[in-house]
């Protein structure tokens, strides 16, 4: 290589060596310098990179040759991202100006150098590398210079084979030796200044330790000793020698049984033979002679943890305890008697009185002085007897304590309760000294009892017994019964129409109806007697002991109700307008065999009786007829409310044949506003009953019909029919035919999508009159299944009669099959019976798949049950079913 290619490469390599300089100034050797620092030391890398290329080697116009290339990359990998841009942006700012036919190459040079470094430095921080070793220097330097190689190939082919042979031998081997050498010493100075950070944390965590340690031996005001197990002293600390027994050099190398009493030696040595066993020991006190005189210690020793000795040593803690002691000693009798908001006087031992507090002169009245010197028993109210007294003295006598609750008088005559605790101070030899008593005034506890009970047991309005005591004084009632076998009596009074008034007149004045209801009812009945208000407009009067003669208590009664009716229903005035209050009354008698919940429940039927017989009356309870008339009456409006109020609505259970769905039954439920979903079972007896049936079996078909009219219009649902259970005593009227042939008209619906189900009793009531109004509806085109097929008593010649359809298995055979033998047979016989008739069989209340199965191998094909399908609303029937069904025929 001549002189002219190497000058210009050594001033280049000089100013590579001014990164060292900057890479320390900078402190790129910290985890993460300052982005000022960062920005700033780009520019000087930027200007160091402008001077190299500003001395380069030139080998032809437009092409010159620099370590600029070494720069960047080594820049990339110790100074990082930021520098490195900065840097790289500069110089090919700076290539760009210079121009020339080596402009692009140079670019590249400059990109792929700066990248390969900033490569590197990232894959540096992810392994967590923080000194690069020469191999690898290396190889990022011959890797940026082969890059670089290659970047020359876009020069002209004439200037480029110049180039090679110039240049090829330096770049390949020069620049990545210069790489390494560069890398190398700001390895190095990594290296460095890490030792130099770590001895200077490590001078400087030494320097805290030991300052904090002097620290603490300075604040710690107790004594500390590093003992032997034989009780030797080793080492010793105290912040004032004063509390130490000898001198600390005189302690070194000696025993405590040298210095200290044997008694208190002994426990010292104990307390470290205690830590040996146990690694700790705290507790220990002992009494010393120091300099400052007689001092209490407690004692907290440790075992020191030494792996280099075998012999144990012992840190010992003594804490000078003495006027913790003397104010435990002091604050005794303090903490006994007059730490406390309560009220307290200390008597000796012959109960005169020594001290009292500012609490006893608060609750009291009497000052100290007028105290002092008196017993307690001039506090006495008079309330309490002498065998009250007594019986204190002796339970003080005997466990000096006694508590509980005493009426004493204050200085200005009131009395009242107060809680005392009397308890006797004992010397260590067991002699009483002195007795201390401490008193709480609890009147205000008293009234809050009073007042509690008074809202649990009373009614807040009227001041009558509310619910709660009416209970327990109808079982304490009952109780009594049981003893005296007198009878008694439940009146169950409701005020009639009262809540007109309260809507026209407001609550306030249907409160002061309440209250005087209230004081007339209290005006009806003895002293003994209960007048309780239930709650609302309800009240309840209990009569006792009436006799045991039942005619003679009826009697009683009678008068006593007639009383309360004709006292309540005098006038009074409501607002400015005369009111005339009236009321009916349930009574039920009650015996030694009565329980209250069966009283009161009586009484309140007996009072719906006497409502329903028109109020402002009364009436005794019937066990038999009142019972069912009440609940007889009370269904039947709400099912005649129901029927024009919609509260009726059919539920529709799919029916399938083959797994596809054919149609569905309508079933009629209730939707009580109070009582939820009725189940048909509880209504439709009593609609039969009453022939309510009639206008709820005309519903159920019309709502049919109209559903039905909305289904025949869709295309997915045209060919579903619904089949509608037909009560006897409907399908016995006579325009029962008419009446369906004008709803299927009506609607325009096409009659063979409407099937009817008929039960066999119904089928054997008349058999001739059914199988004409049968064969009138078939003519229509009609359908007729027989429901619960098998749980009857039809035979096979009235089947044959019988334009039937369909039967249905009664779910009662389905539900244990196949696993019921019986059964199963059963159900066998009715599907080849039905099949022998022509007739089509669908088996009701199918649950489970072995169910499906054993019916799909009989070739019963029509099922209907919960396995594939709950009655539903409307709604949920058009939303889960019908889409289901035409995803199954393709129709989706």
């Known amino acids: ?26 402190a790129f050797n910290e985890a993460k310098p300052s982005l000022p620092k960062r920005i700033t030391s780009g520019l000087i890398l930027g200007c160091i990179a402008i001077a190299i290329m500003s001395m380069p080697l030139s080998i032809t116009s437009g092409v010159i040759i620099d370590t600029r290339s070494i720069l960047l990359s080594v820049s990339g990998l110790f100074f990082g991202v930021i520098p490195t841009v900065i840097a790289a942006s500069m110089a090919a700012v700076f290539r760009i100006m210079e121009g020339g036919q080596g402009t692009i190459a140079g670019l590249l040079i400059i990109m792929t150098s700066a990248g390969i470094g900033i490569y590197c430095y990232q894959w540096k921080q992810r392994l967590g590398h923080e000194v690069i070793k020469g191999y690898q220097l290396y190889l990022m330097g011959l890797t940026v210079h082969v890059s670089m190689m290659v970047c020359l190939l876009v020069l002209p082919y004439s200037t480029l084979g110049l180039l090679l042979s110039e240049i090829t031998l330096p770049i390949i081997v020069i620049f990545p030796l210069a790489t390494v050498l560069l890398g190398g010493l700001l390895s190095q100075q990594i290296s460095r200044k890490k030792a130099e950070a770590a001895l200077r944390e490590s001078e400087r965590t030494s320097n805290h330790a030991r300052h904090r340690l002097e620290a603490t031996f300075s604040a710690i005001p107790d004594l500390l000793f590093e003992m032997d197990i034989e009780g030797r002293y080793l080492a010793c600390h105290a912040s004032d020698p004063d509390d130490l027994v000898a001198k600390p050099e005189e302690l070194i190398g000696k025993s405590v049984f040298d210095f200290i009493p044997l008694d208190e030696a002994q426990i010292i040595v104990e307390a470290i033979r205690e830590a040996d066993l146990k690694g700790i020991s705290k507790g220990r006190q002992v009494t010393l002679q120091v300099g400052r005189g007689l001092r209490e210690f407690e004692l907290s020793v440790s075992r020191k943890h030494d792996d280099e000795s075998s012999e144990h040593h012992f840190i010992v803690l003594s804490r000078d305890i003495t006027e913790r002691k003397r104010h435990e000693r002091e604050l005794h009798i303090a903490a006994t008697a007059f730490d406390s908001q309560e009220g307290m006087l200390i008597t000796d031992a012959e109960h005169r009185i020594l001290r009292v507090n500012n609490a006893f002169t608060r ?25 009250f007294y007594q019986t204190m003295m002796e339970s003080l006598s005997k466990n000096n304590y006694w508590q509980g609750e005493v009426w004493n008088q204050r200085k200005s005559g009131e009395i009242y309760p ?3 605790t009397i308890t006797a101070v004992q010397t260590s030899a067991g002699e009483i000294t002195n007795y201390v008593g401490a008193f709480t005034d609890i009147t205000q506890r008293k009234q809050d009892e009073a007042d509690i009970h008074q809202l649990a047991f009373y009614d807040s309005l009227t001041g009558l017994p509310n619910r709660r005591s009416l209970q327990e004084r109808l079982d304490s009632a009952l109780s009594s019964c049981r003893h005296t076998r007198q009878l008694g009596a439940v009146f169950f009074i409701d ?14 004045q249907g409160d002061k109806l309440l209250v005087e209801v209230a004081n007339r009812l209290n005006s009806c009945v003895r002293n003994a007697d209960m007048v309780a208000r239930l709650g609302g407009d309800e009240f309840i009067v209990i009569l006792e002991n009436l006799g045991v003669d039942e005619s003679n208590v009826l009697a009683q009664v009678k008068d006593i109700v007639a009383k309360v009716i004709l006292t309540i229903q005098a006038p009074l005035t409501i607002g400015t307008q005369a009111y005339h209050p009236t009321c009916s009354i349930g009574i039920a008698l009650f015996s030694e065999k009565d329980f209250s919940d069966e009283v009161m429940k009586r009484s309140d039927m007996a009072m719906y009786q006497a409502k329903s017989s028109g109020k402002n009356t009364y009436r005794f309870f019937d066990p038999v007829a009142e019972e069912a008339l009440c609940s007889l009456a009370r269904m039947d409006a709400d099912l005649r409310f129901a029927l024009s109020n919609q509260q009726l609505e059919l539920h529709y259970q799919p029916q399938y044949r083959c797994q596809t769905l054919i149609g569905a039954e309508a079933l009629l439920r209730w939707k009580h506003p109070d009582r939820g979903m009725v189940s048909p079972a509880e209504f439709i007896p009593l609609a039969e009953d009453t022939g309510l049936i009639l206008p709820i079996g005309e519903w159920v078909i019309r709502q049919a019909c109209k559903q039905l009219q909305q289904w025949q219009e869709r295309p997915e649902t045209a060919e579903l029919f619904i089949a509608v259970n037909v009560s006897a005593r409907q399908f016995c009227q006579d325009n029962f035919v008419e009446s369906v042939r004008q709803l299927l008209n009506t609607y325009g619906v096409s009659a063979e999508k409407l099937k009817l189900e008929l039960t066999e009793s119904l089928v054997l009531m008349d058999v001739e009159d059914t199988i004409q109004k049968m064969q009138a509806l078939r003519s229509y085109g009609i359908r007729f299944a027989l429901d619960d097929f098998g749980t009857g008593y039809s035979s096979l ?7 039937l359809d369909q039967i249905k298995i009664d779910r009662s055979f389905i539900r244990d099959v196949p696993e019921d033998q019986d059964d199963s047979e059963i159900v066998q016989a009715i599907i080849a019976m039905g099949q022998n008739l022509g007739l089509n069989v669908l088996a009701e209340g199918v649950e489970t798949d072995e169910q499906l199965a054993f019916l799909t191998e009989l070739d019963c094909l029509d099922i209907q049950g919960f396995l594939l399908g709950r009655p539903s609303s409307i709604d949920k029937f058009e939303t889960t079913y019908i889409p289901a069904n035409m995803s199954r025929l393709g129709m989706a």
Not at 495 to 508: I, P, R
Request: hydrophobic residues 45%; glycine residues 8%.
């Open 495 to 508: 005020l009639d129409n009262f809540k007109n008034l309260n809507d026209t007149a407001g609550h306030d």
């Open 363 to 387: 609750v009291t009245g009497y000052e100290a002085e007028e105290a002092i010197g008196n017993t307690p028993a001039f506090l006495q109210s008079g309330k309490h007897s002498e065998d």
């Open 418 to 420: 107060q809680h005392l």
């Open 1 to 26: 290589m001549s002189g002219d290619i190497l000058l210009p490469l050594v001033n280049n390599v000089a100013l590579l060596l001014a990164m060292g300089v900057l890479f320390d100034a900078f």
């Open 797 to 803: 010649s009235h089947l044959k009669r019988l334009p």
